[in-house]
C-alpha cells in the first residue's frame, strides 16, 4: 500500500537525484534581477564535456572527501533541515494517530520511524523533522532498502498530517497544552513555509515526486544573497502543474560525474545536496553550519551498494544475456563484472526520444531559477548547468528499481524494452510484494481509460496517464530491434547486476 507523506512533504531531500515540472522554458522571464551566469558555465563545461561515441561525455569535476560513517549519522540524526515540528506536538500527533509509524532506521538514536529525525540544536527544543531517507528509502518485496528512490508516496493530497495544521489548529494546541514561546514560533514558522509551497508540489499520479518543483518555488520566496525568506514571491514561481519524477537510487552517485537527470548538477555535489536546506534556513551562515557535515552525507551515499536479486537466475540464459547487453547497451550504461567501466554521457532529448518535458527546461530548470543557484551561497563552489538531454544511469540494482524512465512512466523492464508492450493508462497496489519476476518490475493493471475520464477521484489520483504533460512513456526504443528469446536473455542478465 502507499503511504501519505506528513511535515510538509518531507522536504523530499529536494534535488539528491531528481527531475521538473510544467510549461516552464528556457526564456521564461524572472521578476527579479539576477546576474546571469549561463555563458561562463557553458565556457566551463565546454571545457570538461566533449563528445564520445553515443552521447555526450560530462567530464569529472573535484569533490570533497568525507568520512561514511559519520555521514550515516548525520544522515539519521543531523540538523540539515532547520526546522519541523517541536517533538511534543508530534507525540500527540501520534498519539491520536495523526501521523503513521514506522520502525527507526538501524543505528538511529531516537524512537522516530527511519524518514524522521529529532534535531536538538534549534530553539533549545527538539524538532521532529523529514529526513533524506522520505524519498530515498524505499520497500520492495517487503524489506526496506536504504538508498533506493521511494515509488509508494502519495503526494496528490496534502490533507490531513502535519502538513494540514493551520493557525487554527496551532491556536487550539496551545491552548490545551501551554507550548512555549520557542515551540510557538518553530511550529508557525514550519507550517507557514510548507502551506506557501503545497499548491505547487501536487503531483496528478501517486507514487511519483514533485522534487524539482520543490526546489523551485523554494528558490522563488528567498533572497538569492542573503537567502531570507519572504512569504511573499520575490520572482515568478514555477507552474503548479508539476512534472512528475522516478526518484533514482542512490548507489548510482559512485558512478556518475554529474547529479540530476539531465546533468545538472555539477561541481560540488555536496553542496548540491544541501539545498534540501532552503525551506528552514534563514541566512548563510545557517547554510554554512549544514555545509560542513554534507561531504561527509556524500561519502556514505557513495559507500552504498546495489542489493543483489533475491531469487534464482538461469546463469547460461544470463551468459547470453551479457553477450546482447555488451553489444546493444554497453556504450551508454557501462559494462559490469571484473573490469567495469561507466562512460557518464547524456543523450539530446531529440535522440533518446523520451518525455521532454524535464530536458526543455522545466521547474527548477528554467533560466531564473539557474540563474538564483549559480548567484546564490549554493553557486559559490556548483552550478545548475543543465542538459538538453538524459544521463543514461548506470544500471546497478536495475530489478529494484521499478517503475522506469526519469518520469516512472514503464512499470516493468520488459515495456521498457519492448516498446509495443508499454501500458497508455494504467494503475498498481502500491504493495511492495506485488512484483512480477518475469517482466522485472510491478504488476499493473492497464485501463481504457485516463484520468480525465475517472469519476473516482480515489480511482484517479492512482492512474498513470501517459498522455498528460510530463508523463509521456516514449522513446527510450533501442530495445524493439531485439528478438523476443534475445529481451528474455538480456533481462536475465539484468537480474544479476
Known sequence: MFTRPTLGLSLLA??????????????????????????????????????DGPGIKIGWEEQRSGDPDTGYQVLLDGNYVGCGIPYRVYE?????????????????????????????????????????????????????????????????SLAGGLAGIDQATITLLDDLFGLTEAELTELTKFTTRTQAIEEYITPRTAGVNPADNLAAILFAHRDHKTLAWSDELLMEPPPKEVVPLDVPPWWRMKKKSSMLYNA???GDHARIMMTASTLCID????????????????????????PKYPWDVDAALATDGENIFNNNCSGCHG???????????????????????????????????????????????????????????????IWATPPFLHN????????LLDSTKRPTYW????????????????????????????????IRRLIYDTTLYGYGNQGHIYGDHLSDSERTALMEYLKTL
Open 408 to 415: 516512472g512512466s514503464i512499470p516493468t523492464l520488459e515495456a
Open 427 to 458: 494503475k498498481r497496489t502500491f504493495n511492495s510484494y506485488d512484483y512480477n519476476q518475469s517482466t522485472i518490475g510491478w504488476n499493473f493493471e492497464e485501463l481504457d481509460h485516463g484520468q480525465d475520464a475517472e469519476p473516482n477521484p480515489s
Open 283 to 306: 541566512s548563510v551562515d545557517e547554510a554554512k553550519k549544514i555545509d560542513e557535515s554534507m561531504p561527509d552525507l556524500r561519502a556514505y551515499i557513495l559507500s552504498i551498494e546495489a
Open 92 to 156: 500527540l500527533a501520534k498519539e491520536l494517530d495523526y501521523v503513521p509509524g514506522g520502525v527507526p532506521a538501524p543505528g538511529s538514536s531516537g524512537d522516530v520511524p527511519y524518514y524522521l529525525s529529532v534535531a536538538r540544536e534549534v530553539a533549545d527544543i527538539e524538532l521532529v523533522s523529514p529526513n533524506c531517507l522520505t524519498c530515498h528509502a524505499g520497500t520492495i518485496n517487503g524489506e526496506l532498502v536504504i538508498g533506493l528512490g521511494s515509488t509508494d508516496l502519495d503526494y496528490t
Open 14 to 51: 529536494l534535488v539528491a537525484a531528481c527531475d521538473p515540472s510544467a510549461v516552464v522554458t528556457a526564456d521564461s522571464e524572472s521578476t527579479m534581477e539576477l546576474p546571469h551566469s549561463s555563458d561562463a558555465m557553458a565556457t566551463v563545461d565546454a571545457q570538461a564535456d566533449i563528445y
Open 335 to 397: 559494462t559490469y563484472g571484473e573490469e567495469e567501466s561507466y562512460p557518464n554521457i547524456y543523450i539530446p532529448a531529440s535522440e533518446v526520444g523520451t518525455d521532454p518535458a524535464l530536458a526543455t527546461g522545466a521547474s527548477q530548470f528554467a533560466t531564473r531559477f539557474i540563474d538564483w543557484f549559480n548567484s546564490s551561497f549554493y553557486g559559490e563552489n556548483a552550478r545548475l548547468s543543465p542538459k538538453e538531454g538524459y544521463v543514461p544511469p548506470p544500471l546497478d540494482g
Open 264 to 266: 545538472a548538477g555539477r
